[in-house]
């Protein structure tokens, strides 16, 4: 015997949770799928027994230039304000990140240029259009050699879009309107975001799936490769390992949240976290030692691994081949940041998943427009 249902959302991310609510607050008959033993799938977090709260799978800092989204976000949780400024190892200094402007014209001179003119065709070249080489050596490469363990003039172009020169020696890492952290942590906002609505953990839907039956809607916000079952490729990721320590006796490891090792010399993680900083100040005053967060990225197998879209055009091809086949299926939405084959910030994820609830409530829903619209976005 199967389980009918009108709604079936498989994942409790930001993406699963945000259209459940709305499905649920227009009167839909909704249950939502984890095959994860929490929900709020990776913004999730937890407490070290030290009491500092650690993000499990890496930091994450909301910020959105939307007031409706943050009024969205404000129904599941206040926020305290944290605007995260980081660092950068370099030559035995700790260095702002992003780049400051003072620093380069300190080693380069006042009238720097960058090293790059012309229209660039991989990551190496875009990023020399913003700086010069010397600072690109010592801030970027490896960093992103690392990060994707390839060459970084095998990059596509695109990514250096994630990142700037500060001129004006701006300490924060963004300046959007509203940034901070739910004042209890993404694990409470995820379950204030679901409160009220049925969600079954420990449950894996791709292999219970004969269990189902849905009368509108599959919403499925896993890997697409994985719903298809890889027949026609594996889509390529990398996600990070994290080995985490607890310093007893000391206040403080680092000068702040998140430090970046640029260069292979300095090991092969690529940042360390350190919690404390990210913390309100009243709270963290009070707790005895720190934890830290080493992460180190890799090529994952196993899809609960999987953190950053591989950027190539073979994935993107075969991306490409995954969506024609959920385009023929009109019951099928498949989103989200594994679905969609897409880094998406929280905010961008949260307001991607309202656009889609919105359609299906409005009963306008055309996953032909839809995926098309993802595509060339
Ligand atoms: C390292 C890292 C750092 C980040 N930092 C930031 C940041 O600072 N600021 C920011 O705005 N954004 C950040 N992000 C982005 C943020 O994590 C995403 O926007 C968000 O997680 C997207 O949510 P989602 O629901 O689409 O995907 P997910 O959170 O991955 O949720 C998908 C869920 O589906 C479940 N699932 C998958 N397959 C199945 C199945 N077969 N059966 C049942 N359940 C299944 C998974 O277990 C998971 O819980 C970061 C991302 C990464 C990787």
């Not at 969205?72 to 190892?89: C, D, G, H, I, W």
């Not at 960058?114 to 875009?126: D, I």
Request: proline share 5%; charged share 25%.
């Amino acid at each position: 015997m199967s389980i009918k249902i009108d709604y079936l959302i498989v994942g409790s991310g930001l993406t699963g949770g945000t259209i459940a609510r709305m499905l649920q607050d227009s009167g839909r008959e909704v249950l939502v799928l984890e095959r994860r033993n929490h929900i709020g799938g990776n913004v999730h977090d937890h407490f070290h027994p030290s009491g500092i709260r650690v993000h499990t799978y890496g930091p994450h800092y909301f910020r959105t230039n939307s007031d409706r989204l943050w009024e969205f976000v404000n129904r599941f949780s206040s926020f305290y304000k944290y605007e995260a400024s980081l660092k950068s190892f370099v030559d035995g200094n700790f260095e702002n990140w992003p780049i400051a402007g003072s620093y380069i014209k300190k080693e380069i001179g006042e009238n720097w240029k960058p090293s790059f003119e012309g229209n660039p065709e991989n990551f190496e070249e875009a990023s020399l259009k913003i700086m010069p080489e010397l600072i690109y050596k010592k801030f970027v490469k490896g960093y992103t050699e690392k990060q994707w363990g390839i060459k970084a003039s095998e990059l596509s172009a695109d990514l250096a879009k994630r990142f700037d020169v500060m001129e004006d020696d701006e300490p924060r890492l963004m300046r959007h309107k509203y940034q901070g952290i739910p004042a209890n942590g993404y694990a409470e906002f995820t379950k204030n975001l679901i409160d009220g609505i049925p969600v079954i953990l420990n449950f894996d839907f791709l292999q219970n799936q004969e269990m189902f039956d849905v009368r509108k809607k599959l919403i499925f916000t896993g890997p697409i490769d994985e719903y298809y079952n890889f027949e026609l490729g594996k889509l390529e990721y990398r996600g990070q390992k994290r080995i985490h320590s607890y310093f007893e006796d000391k206040d403080f490891y680092q000068p702040c949240g998140q430090v970046n090792y640029p260069s292979p010399e300095q090991g092969n993680f690529i940042r360390i976290l350190e919690w404390k900083h990210i913390l309100p100040t009243e709270y963290s005053k009070r707790i005895k030692g720190t934890v830290i967060t080493k992460e180190i990225p890799f090529s994952p197998q196993n899809p609960n691994d999987y953190e950053y879209p591989f950027p190539s055009s073979r994935n993107q091809t075969l991306f490409k081949k995954y969506v024609q086949r959920a385009q023929a299926d009109d019951k099928l939405i498949i989103c989200g940041r594994l679905g969609e084959y897409k880094y998406y910030d929280m905010d961008q994820a949260i307001a991607r998943a309202i656009s889609i609830a919105n359609k299906i409530i409005e009963g306008v829903y055309d996953p032909e427009k839809y995926y098309n619209l993802s595509l060339s976005s």
